[in-house]
């Protein structure tokens, strides 16, 4: 399964910035002024996720430039009465491609299971909205020996509502959670292991395993990128922190793009 997932199909690297709620018109301006100073050609796809009110002013400023943006979270709901929520076609009308589904911290802040995750990624995709949908295994999870177990469940969960076909269309990031915010990374070859149980997993339930886009998260630096892009199944990052920092985003945009 590997071996077919690496010789046959050559998968673009897809480097997607999660900048979690941080920033302000102020500090986005430089930022998203450096981005686009920096997003020069490559083979790499460059996407930021910035906070809800933030999402026009990105776009607004990426218009034109190979970055996209995507939201970080969406609500299941297309309309209606239900206060603070924000719809898939909202986001889309504003120009939004993307969107960061069932991230650590939303399923463990704000209770958002399986099923809630789920039904989130096929909002999006409704909407034609690209779903990156979130999986990983706490730490003391990974301690019993669950790791695999945990992932699996977390993707059955979207397989079974959305079906093989249209579940090839997603993006997966595995992001093990004690890595997150923590500078504690997998080491390449421990998120490689998990990724391609993750592609195998998807090709046993029928899914076109080999075209979809693996991203790895957690603690992704310029130091590590490279080291963690040159596994054959880890096809990109999604990146908390150092995607709050131009250079940092820039150098892990251009290590993917080497790899
Ligand atoms: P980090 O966050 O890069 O700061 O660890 C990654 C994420 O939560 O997506």
């Known amino acids: 399964m590997n071996d077919l997932a690496s010789v046959l199909v050559v998968r673009k690297k897809l480097v997607v910035g999660n ?52 939201a970080q979270n969406l609500s299941a709901i297309k309309e209606g009465a239900h206060t603070g929520e924000v719809s898939a076609s909202m986001l889309t009308d504003l120009g939004c491609r993307w969107v960061i589904v069932g991230h650590s911290e939303r399923r463990n802040l704000y209770g958002e299971d399986d099923v809630a995750v789920a039904a989130k990624v096929q909002a999006a995709l409704d909407a034609k909205l690209m779903p990156i949908l979130c999986v990983g295994e706490t730490l003391s999870q990974r301690e019993a020996g669950q790791a695999e177990s945990i992932v699996h469940r977390q993707l059955d969960g979207v397989v079974s509502v959305l079906g093989a076909e249209r579940a090839g269309a997603v993006v997966v990031a595995y992001e093990p959670v004690w890595a997150i915010g923590t500078g504690r990374t997998a080491s390449p ?8 149980s993750i592609r195998a997993f998807l090709a046993s339930r029928g899914v076109n395993a080999a075209e979809v886009r693996l991203l790895y998260g957690g603690s992704v630096t310029a130091a590590n990128a490279a080291s ?32």
Do not use: T
């Open 189 to 196: 070859e421990q998120a490689q292991a998990i990724h391609a």
């Open 19 to 70: 900048w979690k709620m941080n920033g302000s018109l102020a500090r986005n301006a430089a930022l998203l002024g450096g981005l686009k100073a920096a997003a020069v050609g490559g083979e790499v796809e460059r996407v930021v996720c910035p906070p809800y009110p933030y999402l026009v002013q990105a776009i607004e400023s990426l218009a034109g430039v190979p970055i996209a943006v995507g």
């Open 228 to 259: 963690l892009f040159a596994q054959a199944d880890i096809d990109g990052a999604l990146v908390g922190g150092a995607s709050l920092q131009v250079e940092g985003f820039s150098e892990i945009c251009v290590a993917a793009a080497a790899s």
